[in-house]
């Protein structure tokens, strides 16, 4: 099993800023991602960052507010999240694989993180 360890989560108000990091031991992979899934709610997809290439994938709810970015040589990626939102609430989970296919589908990930709660204030 390789590890994937969260970090960054937090307690914002509505408007501010979070910056959540995810490192991953031992492998590099072409596809990190992140989802998140709040109480009573289906797991979704965020966004999440391919290699080679550098490509990014966002979900609809999240395209100008967060970035995704990856700093290979820390074999870590990153979500920075801007003008955050009491729905953005949720735990937060990384994801990694190997195949970059179905970026999107958390049922392609082969590994997970813990989880990092994320809670915004109204």
């Known amino acids: 099993q390789v590890p994937l360890v969260e970090s960054g989560g937090g307690l914002v108000q509505a408007g501010g800023s979070l910056r959540l990091s995810c490192a991953a031991s031992?492998?590099?992979?072409?596809?990190m991602g992140w989802f998140r899934q709040a109480p009573g709610k289906e797991r979704e997809f965020v966004a999440a960052?391919?290699?080679?290439?550098?490509?990014?994938y966002y979900a609809n709810f999240v395209k100008g507010r967060f970035t995704i970015s990856r700093d290979n040589a820390k074999n870590t990626v990153y979500l920075q999240m801007n003008s955050l939102k009491p729905e953005d609430m949720a735990v937060y989970y990384c994801?990694?694989?190997?195949?970059?296919?179905?970026?999107?589908?958390?049922?392609?990930?082969?590994?997970w993180g813990q989880g990092t709660q994320v809670t915004v204030s109204s």
């Open positions: 994801a990694a694989k190997r195949r970059v296919g179905a970026i999107q589908v958390g049922e392609t990930y082969d590994y």
């Open positions: 960052h391919s290699w080679p290439g550098g490509a990014t």
């Open positions: 031992g492998r590099t992979f072409n596809a």
